[in-house]
């Protein structure tokens, strides 16, 4: 059964650098086919789509984040992370990772995602 579990610091400073990582157990982030992605759902909005990596560790992003978003892997921890840079408090939301088939998942259908983090709350404040 594959899981996946946000880490990373619940309170960040305007300006900072948001890093977040997703540890994937009971799976590799390598199987052929899949992707693994970022989403956030800031308070009282809907889920808004980040970017992907992709198996082969190929990138896709948002276009309204695009310039300020990194998402990398660590294949040997069987992790992958976020950086979102020059934040502000409108960057304030629950962070997820999530995973699934690739097509599903670059085209952020997130009913057809397979496996989803808990969730973790990021605020953005001094």
């Known amino acids: 059964q594959v899981q996946l579990q946000e880490s990373g610091p619940g309170l960040v400073k305007p300006s900072q650098t948001l890093s977040l990582t997703c540890t994937v157990s009971?799976?590799?982030?390598?199987?052929?086919?899949?992707?693994w992605s970022w989403i956030r759902q800031p308070p009282g909005k809907g889920q808004e789509w980040m970017g992907v990596?992709?198996?082969?560790?190929?990138?896709y992003y948002s276009p309204s984040l695009k310039s300020r978003t990194s998402i990398s892997r660590d294949l040997s921890k069987n992790q992958f992370s976020l950086q979102l840079s020059s934040v502000t408090p409108k960057d304030t939301a629950v962070y997820y990772c999530?995973?699934?088939?690739?097509?599903?998942?670059?085209?952020?259908?997130?009913?057809?995602?397979?496996?989803w983090g808990q969730g973790t709350q990021v605020t953005v404040s001094s």
């Open positions: 999530a995973g699934g088939r690739i097509g599903a998942v670059v085209a952020g259908r997130f009913d057809e995602y397979d496996y």
């Open positions: 009971g799976g590799s982030i390598r199987t052929s086919g899949y992707a």
């Open positions: 990596i992709d198996y082969d560790g190929s990138t």
